[in-house]
């Protein structure tokens, strides 16, 4: 079954790195306790913009993880799911929108987000990544 809902409280929006960095995303609450007990099935959208070669040139990628953290903040992150979408700039085009589906385990702390890393010079500042829970 594929899962639809959403809720608007619940969704993130960052933008994407200048240069070869990486940028980390606010926080979504789970409010998963260190019990484990998130048992709805829930998983992360992360949705990545159309970029420009002037955005991401030919070869360069922006890779995006999700992340948690017991602190809001998202201090001391672990990860939860590497490399779960990387967009590659080819063929002078830049590169296509794309978006993945995680699910998060029961036991996921409770504040999670993403990283986007830019592994070249492109400036990818004026565009927007996002995430949301789908239930």
Same mark, same amino acid.
Do not use: W
């Given at each position: 079954?594929?899962?639809?809902?959403?809720?608007?409280?619940?969704?993130l929006?960052?933008?994407?790195?200048?240069?070869?960095?990486?940028? #980390?995303?606010?926080?979504?609450?789970?409010?998963?306790?260190?019990?484990?007990?998130?048992?709805?099935?829930?998983?992360?959208?992360?949705?990545?913009? =159309?970029?420009?070669?002037?955005?991401?040139?030919n070869?360069?990628? @922006?890779?995006? /993880?999700? @992340?948690?953290?017991?602190?809001?903040?998202? /201090?001391?992150?672990v990860?939860?799911?590497?490399?779960?979408?990387?967009?590659?700039?080819?063929?002078?085009?830049?590169?296509?929108?794309?978006?993945?589906r995680?699910?998060?385990?029961t036991?996921?702390?409770?504040? @999670?987000?993403?990283? =986007?890393?830019?592994?070249?010079?492109?400036? =990818?500042?004026?565009?927007?990544? #996002?995430? =949301?829970?789908?239930f």
């Amino acid at each position: 079954m594929t899962m639809t809902a959403r809720d608007a409280a619940l969704s993130l929006t960052r933008a994407l790195p200048n240069g070869a960095a990486t940028v #980390t995303s606010t926080s979504l609450d789970t409010r998963n306790s260190t019990r484990g007990d998130l048992t709805a099935h829930t998983e992360l959208e992360i949705s990545a913009p =159309a970029l420009t070669t002037g955005q991401l040139g030919n070869g360069a990628t @922006i890779t995006y /993880s999700v @992340i948690g953290s017991t602190a809001a903040d998202l /201090s001391n992150p672990v990860t939860i799911a590497g490399s779960v979408l990387v967009q590659t700039g080819a063929g002078g085009t830049g590169a296509a929108a794309a978006s993945k589906r995680v699910g998060l385990p029961t036991n996921c702390p409770r504040y @999670i987000g993403f990283t =986007a890393t830019n592994s070249a010079a492109g400036n =990818a500042s004026a565009a927007n990544a #996002t995430a =949301a829970l789908v239930f």
